[in-house]
């Protein structure tokens, strides 16, 4: 069964960059039918997608978040990350790393648990 | 950039007929999925394409599609099914989600 797992700082100061990686396990990262994302949730507040990447490494951004973000694959590795530059306490939220499937309807069938990232001095 | 819009909270009695709305332009032309999030828990997907259940899914959840309206259904509301319910499209080349709706069984 798939399973996936991020990892980064829980404390990130502002205007830094926040990173985070999700670990791909039971399961091929290398896939052409699946898709591998971030989704966050600020604290009492709804889903936001942040972006998806491709195991060739092509991607697609949130439009609110394109000149912040960039998303990477390391197939070898089996894992993806997320930098989102200059953060501000609005990023402050629980980030999620999935899997999408089903082309062209594209959503998210596998979630990892999540991790609480704070931005604060 | 599409938008959609989910009541922010209904309440169904224990053993009812909860029906969660989800609207947006011409919602029916688009492939809609809902998420259950339990708090303190990630998403779950429990409706893909309008109205097919994943494995393990109850069939006491089912989806609709028409128009300008998407509908999760849960029923026969169980105690566990108290969550936040998201709708989801993908439009434009970008994840979309509607606001959620918590639903609360009484």
């Known amino acids: 069964q798939m399973k996936l797992q991020e990892s980064g700082p829980g404390l990130v100061k502002p205007s830094e960059t926040l990173s985070l990686t999700c670990t791909v396990s039971g399961g091929s990262i290398n896939g052409d039918t699946y898709y591998w994302g971030w989704i966050r949730q600020p604290p009492g507040k709804g889903l936001e997608w942040i972006g998806n990447v491709y195991y060739s490494g092509s991607t697609y951004y949130n439009s609110s978040l394109k000149s912040r973000v960039t998303i990477s694959v390391d197939t070898s590795r089996k894992h993806f990350s997320l930098k989102l530059s200059s953060v501000t306490a609005a990023d402050t939220a629980v980030y999620y790393c999935?899997?999408?499937?089903?082309?062209?309807?594209?959503?998210?069938?596998?979630w990892g648990k999540g991790t609480t990232v704070t931005v604060s001095s | 950039s599409y938008e959609m819009t989910q009541p922010l909270s209904l309440s169904v009695a224990l053993g009812q007929t909860a029906k969660i709305t989800c609207g947006g332009n011409?919602?029916?032309?688009?492939?809609v999925h809902w998420y259950q999030q339990k708090p303190g828990q990630a998403p779950v997907l429990v409706i893909y394409r309008d109205n097919n259940r994943p494995s393990g899914i109850p069939e006491r959840f089912s989806g609709s599609n028409s128009g300008n309206t998407a509908t999760l259904t849960i029923s026969r509301a169980q105690a566990g099914d108290e969550a936040d319910y998201y709708c989801?499209?993908?439009?434009?080349?970008?994840?979309?989600f509607g606001g959620g709706t918590k639903v609360t069984v009484l």
């Open positions: 999935a899997r999408l499937t089903d082309y062209s309807r594209w959503y998210m069938d596998v």
């Open positions: 011409i919602i029916g032309s688009k492939d």
């Open positions: 989801q499209v993908w439009e434009n080349s970008a994840v979309v």
